[in-house]
């Protein structure tokens, strides 16, 4: 079934269009990405990450591990919904520079924040980075596949050159933020 085939306003952001998307990208991720309208804009695919980041930071503070859980959580919910947005906006450019200008940015955001919101909802728990990071650009890689319609050879170069630029320009920015 087509999101636009739902009985939920898939161009109005609400719970019911959270947990159905959720629920269409851990069953059938391939179909899910696929269905992505042309056109998706900002409006759902952020308003997913924005629920799955306040997730995300909230079950992150419960650790109580922090002694500024208000700063604490300022950083986590940044980082959270920045690492989607410079993620997608480097893969974006990947694509500029050696595919030219085929898709719009919103649909390449659009898989980037679906991914990082799910991958999001179990990042908190201790070390499961491990499991969540491969699954995130894993989930990043089908969603090029299904959603932008690149091969498979394509969609892993802009997933591998997009995760490695991102990994060098924290690198680069690793002595200045310590």
Known sequence: MKMSETRIRPDKFSAGFYFMTLTRILGQPRRFFGDLPTEPGFKNPGGFLVVSSLFFTGASLLKGLSVQPVLMAA??????????LIAS??????????????????RFFSIYAFASGVTLLVAWVPNFI?????????????????GCKFNWKQAV??????????????????????
């Open 89 to 106: 906006s480097l893969g974006y450019l990947v694509v500029l520079l050696t595919m030219g200008r085929c898709r719009t940015f919103s």
């Open 157 to 178: 170069m802009v997933t591998a050159a997009s995760f490695c630029l991102l990994v060098f320009i924290f690198w680069l920015l690793l002595p200045d933020i310590i």
């Open 130 to 146: 491990w499991l969540t990071e491969p699954w995130k650009w894993w989930l990043i890689t089908v969603g090029l596949v299904h």
């Open 75 to 84: 950083i986590l919910l940044v980082n959270a919904l920045g690492m989607a």
